[in-house]
Every structure is written in structure tokens, then in C-alpha cells.
């Protein structure tokens, strides 16, 4: 059963803009190890932070709404890319806890660009 849906857009220029005048204390402030790791190897790293960063959204507004306390640290959310491409939201032991408060078992995400857009949906079930 379908518990929330999230989607969010990001302006892939303006993550460009604040890699550029906050750098590294902007990414660590903002993604996951892993996903600051694999955007260095990226084709164009400010593309692939911005998909993570539309995506973090998107689980924030399918399952927020579900929590006791209707937010929580975007960092909890890690996507990564499985080996064929697809993406996969990592559940981590936070993101799990923050699962179970919503009483969802499972989100499934889809990622994509357009121009100097990244957007992602997720559904939670």
C-alpha cells in the first residue's frame, strides 16, 4: 500500500553555483560520503549531486509527513546507483528507525535530467 509519494526539481546550475562558493563545506553539509565520493568521479559532479539532492527532497515529502517529528536531516538519505545505473535509496540504521516511525517498508525512486533540471520521485510503501 502506497503510504506517500515526494517530487522534487532541482536547478542543476545553481548546485554548480554553491559547489563553486562554499565548495567542500557545502557537499559535507549536505550529502553522504559515498555521494560526495562518487560525484568526484562523475562526468559532471554538480549533475550528480543535484539528482541526489532532488532525491533526499523527495523522500523528505513522501515520508516526513509520516513521522512523529515531521522532519529529520536530509543527510539520513543516501542514493546510489546500482551496478546496471538504477538508483536505490541505501537504508542506513537512521533511515530505517525513521521508516518504521511511518510505518513504511520499502521506497522505490526514480531519477532523471532534462537541460538544467534533476528531478526525482519517490513512492513509499
Known sequence: MIKGIGVDMVDI???????DVFGNNYINRTFTKREAAVSREAPNPAE????RFAAKEA???????????KTFDLRVV???????GFPY???????QGLLEDAGVVSLFISITTEGD??????VAE
Open 13 to 19: 546550475s545553481e548546485i554548480a553555483r554553491l559547489i
Open 48 to 51: 550528480y549531486l543535484a539528482t
Open 59 to 69: 523522500v523528505f515529502k513522501a515520508i516526513a509527513h509520516l513521522t512523529q517529528k
Open 78 to 84: 543516501e542514493t546510489l546507483n546500482e551496478s546496471d
Open 89 to 95: 535509496i541505501s537504508i542506513n540504521e537512521e533511515l
Open 117 to 122: 533540471y534533476a528531478t526525482a520521485f519517490v
